[in-house]
């Protein structure tokens, strides 16, 4: 099973967190909820932190395709 599906079936966080990330391109965790959430996207592979703002989120594809400077 691919980890972007374990992710939609089983966190209704995360799954919002991504999509939003997806759609906007970046997303900014706001609780400690959302940031549980976007550590365990990443350790999926599926969000990268921004270097130098913690609290911010992009999506893999748009930081590989170099349209985001994390």
Request: aromatic residues 4%; contains cysteine.
């Amino acid at each position: 099973m691919n980890p972007r599906t374990q992710i939609d079936c089983r966190h209704g966080t995360a799954a919002r967190m991504l999509l939003a990330a997806e759609r906007d391109g970046f997303v900014d965790d706001r609780t400690p909820r959302e940031r549980a959430a976007c550590l365990r996207l990443n350790g999926h592979g599926l969000l990268r932190r921004d270097r130098k703002l913690a609290s911010r989120w992009y999506p893999v594809e748009v930081v590989r395709s170099g349209e985001a400077r994390p």
